[in-house]
């Protein structure tokens, strides 16, 4: 059974860092691409980020590049999600997403698994 579970999120001041982490398991985490979305209520689930199988190529959302990085630890089966400098604009449920095909996609309906999500309360 495979589960992917985020942590990390919580309330932090504009300007400010967070790191979510996304544990894996019940999955050869090393086969496949990762990625970060977010979604805020009644709004489309979105794109932030995404790295491919090795971690040698990643990708991200316009914006959210150069304050956010995406990383992997294929030893600890686990993905983070460096954010800084945030925005009250980024407030949203943050959830990782495994794609068994190995590369990088912006797209929704190509991950085959999906965390619970763990909320990111950005204040101004």
């Known amino acids: 059974q495979v589960q992917l579970v985020e942590s990390g999120g919580g309330l932090v001041q504009a300007g400010g860092s967070v790191r979510l982490s996304c544990a894996a398991s019940?999955?050869?985490?090393?086969?496949?691409?990762m990625g970060w979305f977010r979604q805020v209520s009644g709004t489309e689930r979105e794109f932030v980020a995404t790295?491919?199988?090795?971690?040698?190529?990643?990708y991200y959302a316009g914006s959210v590049k150069g304050r956010f990085t995406i990383s992997r630890d294929n030893a600890k089966n686990t993905v983070y999600l460096q954010m800084n400098s945030l925005k009250p604009e980024d407030t949203a449920v943050y959830y990782c997403?495994?794609?068994?095909?190995?590369?990088?996609?912006?797209?929704?309906?190509?991950?085959?698994?999906w965390g619970q999500g763990t909320q990111v309360t950005v204040s101004s």
């Open positions: 790295i491919n199988w090795s971690g040698g190529s990643t």
């Open positions: 997403a495994a794609d068994q095909r190995r590369g990088l996609s912006i797209l929704v309906h190509t991950y085959d698994y």
């Open positions: 019940g999955l050869t985490f090393s086969n496949y691409a």
